[in-house]
């Protein structure tokens, strides 16, 4: 994991959302994920998320790949399920240096994503590769996948499935996350970033509770590239996260 790292926080560019969403979270300059590669290394993110398809034909080596190993489309209905498309070793060999992958917790088949994720973790560490889980507690038996005890309960579930790291919703304030980011114990806690926020600062004041509260950073894609300065974004989230100032500050240029 130290290879995301930087004073113990990191930043990730997530950009697997036209698989998980369609292009309908794209507009003409953020389609491209050329300028999503070229943001990732101006922006100093510490890793890149993509799916094996961006990876092969965009990757440039510039900043660690976070290879997501799993995926669907939105298109099904039905008790969510993602299984794996893309082997350990293919992540290995695209230049990952971690595999990335999500678990429904909660869902009819989270038994499915368990089982895959138990394989795929020991196939990457043997690699030499982290394995980050993303956890979304999702499906019929989920009425709030943000209450403070189901994303606590998403964060253990990835320390004991062997997540090097786990990638969590915030709860809405420091003090439920803190529980959270305890249920995690040694697995780093990154926070997800999730639609693009009203404001600016409603985004890293979010950001800036995940960090009080313990998380080593966040892994964000909508509120950085949908922005419409996503350099400014970056370099704010730079300040706030790594360097760990304040939510006026890092909005002061
Ligand atoms: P965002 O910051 O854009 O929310 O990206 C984080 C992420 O986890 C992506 O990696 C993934 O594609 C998406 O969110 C999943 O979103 P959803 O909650 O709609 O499944």
């Not at 038994?111 to 795929?120: D, H, K, N, Q, V």
């Not at 803190?178 to 600016?200: D, H, I, L, R, Y």
């Not at 730079?238 to 360097?243: A, G, N, P, T």
């Amino acid at each position: 994991m130290e290879v995301f790292l930087h004073n113990n926080r990191g930043i990730l560019l997530a950009y697997d959302q036209g698989l998980e969403h369609g292009p309908t979270d794209f507009n003409e300059r953020n389609v491209d994920p050329a300028f999503i590669m070229e943001l990732a290394n101006a922006g100093r993110f510490n890793g890149v998320v993509f799916q094996k398809g961006l990876a092969e034909k965009y990757y440039d080596h510039r900043v660690p790949l976070i290879l997501k190993v799993n995926g669907k489309t939105n298109l099904v209905k039905g008790e969510p399920v993602a299984r794996q498309i893309c082997s350990v070793k293919c992540a290995f060999e695209v230049g990952a240096k971690a595999v990335g992958y999500t678990i429904y917790a909660g869902s009819a088949h989270e038994s499915l994503m368990l089982e895959e994720f138990g394989r795929i973790q020991e196939e990457a560490h043997k690699l030499g590769m982290a394995a980050i889980a993303w956890i979304y507690p999702r499906g019929e038996a989920i009425k709030n996948d943000t209450a403070p005890e189901i994303v606590a309960y998403a964060a253990r579930t990835g320390l004991e499935a062997g997540a090097d790291a786990v990638k969590i919703k915030y709860t809405g304030n420091v003090e439920s996350f803190k529980w959270a980011v305890k249920s995690a114990g040694k697995a780093k806690v990154f926070m997800s970033g999730g639609p693009k926020a009203p404001t600016e600062a409603d985004f890293l004041k979010q950001v800036r509770g995940a960090i009080d509260a313990g998380a080593a950073g966040l892994a964000v894609g909508r509120n950085v590239w949908q922005s419409s300065n996503p350099l400014r974004m970056a370099s704010a989230l730079y300040k706030l996260v790594i360097e760990d100032r304040s939510v006026d500050e890092a909005l002061r240029d």
